[in-house]
């Protein structure tokens, strides 16, 4: 992308490195101070706090839209365990595969969109899980074929555990639920910013592609040689042989049974002489 090379090249040295260390940590921290406020340790009530509703900031809790992003995924701690490694591997991946740069561009896209879009919904919560998930999903698109092993043991290549969220997304899309929707909405536009146009180039590949194979498939199934009289071909009779006629105007085809006893169709110059 012609515009990002740009903006690298003018902003590039104002990157933020280890971002997704940076989210994890602030996670973990949250998640031990929820773990504590639920074992009765902690009498604050802080994970109230996190949570990005747009009412709330126009209210004047101004810091919602920067808080709700170290908000717990799950209140479990194997759950999120498992969801912070995957956030872990897949981020720094991805920070590697782009630079810094670009992987701090693709956050902040699907952050924005996030923040910008939950004000369709003023009174309900925005959540950072969706965009967490655009960043699984990037990277399922960048290596389909990595082996994600499940609880460590169960081997499932990433690009099927692709598909089921974007199944997954299109049935919360059918449900009507209209927070979910408009997250996914705005989630998933990091994605289509950085591989919307890759994927409209593979389509049209892909048509291309289905087209001349229809055009070979209906070129082999027209059969080479069709008798002119009686009309089987060398599809239906295999083993009946054909010959064309230097005698006839145009050279038609014969079976061997009508090849000898047909009547010769006269070329235009002889039609004239006569």
Same mark, same amino acid.
């Given at each position: 992308?012609?515009?990002?090379?740009?903006?690298?090249?003018?902003?590039?040295?104002?990157?933020?490195?280890?971002?997704?260390?940076?989210?994890?940590?602030?996670?973990?921290? =949250?998640?031990?101070?929820?773990?504590?406020?639920?074992?009765?340790?902690?009498?604050?009530?802080?994970?109230?706090?996190?949570?990005?509703?747009?009412?709330?900031?126009?209210?004047?809790?101004?810091?919602?839209?920067?808080?709700?992003?170290?908000?717990?995924?799950?209140?479990?701690?194997? =759950?999120?365990? =498992?969801?912070?490694?995957?956030?872990?591997?897949?981020?720094?991946?991805?920070?590697?595969?782009?630079?810094?740069?670009?992987?701090?561009?693709?956050?902040?896209?699907?952050?924005?969109?996030?923040?910008?879009?939950?004000?369709?919904?003023?009174?309900?919560?925005?959540?950072?899980?969706?965009?967490?998930?655009?960043?699984?999903?990037?990277?399922?698109?960048?290596?389909?074929?990595?082996?994600?092993?499940?609880?460590?043991?169960?081997?499932?290549?990433?690009?099927?555990?692709?598909?089921?969220?974007?199944?997954?997304? =299109?049935?919360?899309?059918?449900?009507?639920?209209?927070?979910?929707?408009?997250?996914?909405?705005?989630?998933?536009?990091?994605?289509?910013?950085?591989?919307?146009?890759?994927?409209?180039?593979?389509?049209?590949?892909?048509?291309?592609?289905?087209?001349?194979?229809?055009?070979?498939?209906?070129?082999?199934?027209?059969?080479?040689?069709?008798?002119?009289?009686?009309?089987?071909?060398?599809?239906?009779?295999?083993?009946?042989?054909?010959?064309?006629?230097?005698?006839?105007?145009?050279?038609?085809?014969?079976?061997?049974?009508?090849?000898?006893?047909?009547?010769?169709?006269?070329?235009?110059?002889?039609?004239?002489?006569?």
């Amino acid at each position: 992308m012609k515009l990002l090379d740009r903006l690298q090249r003018k902003l590039g040295r104002f990157a933020i490195p280890h971002v997704t260390e940076g989210l994890i940590s602030g996670q973990v921290v =949250f998640f031990l101070i929820g773990a504590a406020e639920r074992a009765g340790l902690l009498q604050a009530s802080v994970l109230d706090k996190l949570p990005f509703i747009p009412n709330r900031v126009l209210a004047g809790e101004f810091w919602r839209p920067f808080s709700f992003v170290f908000e717990p995924p799950v209140p479990d701690p194997i =759950f999120a365990f =498992f969801f912070w490694y995957l956030f872990y591997l897949m981020g720094t991946t991805l920070e590697h595969t782009w630079g810094t740069f670009r992987y701090n561009v693709f956050l902040l896209v699907g952050y924005v969109a996030t923040v910008g879009a939950a004000f369709l919904v003023p009174d309900a919560p925005a959540s950072i899980v969706f965009l967490e998930g655009s960043v699984f999903l990037a990277f399922a698109y960048l290596y389909p074929d990595f082996r994600l092993y499940i609880m460590f043991v169960l081997p499932v290549r990433i690009k099927w555990l692709a598909l089921l969220t974007w199944i997954g997304y =299109f049935l919360v899309i059918l449900s009507g639920n209209l927070i979910a929707i408009v997250m996914i909405f705005a989630s998933v536009a990091n994605f289509f910013v950085f591989f919307g146009r890759d994927i409209l180039r593979r389509a049209r590949s892909g048509h291309r592609l289905m087209r001349d194979q229809a055009a070979r498939s209906a070129s082999r199934a027209k059969p080479r040689h069709r008798c002119t009289i009686c009309g089987i071909t060398n599809q239906t009779h295999p083993d009946m042989d054909f010959r064309y006629c230097s005698k006839c105007a145009g050279s038609p085809c014969y079976c061997e049974e009508h090849l000898r006893n047909h009547q010769h169709v006269e070329r235009e110059s002889q039609v004239a002489a006569d």
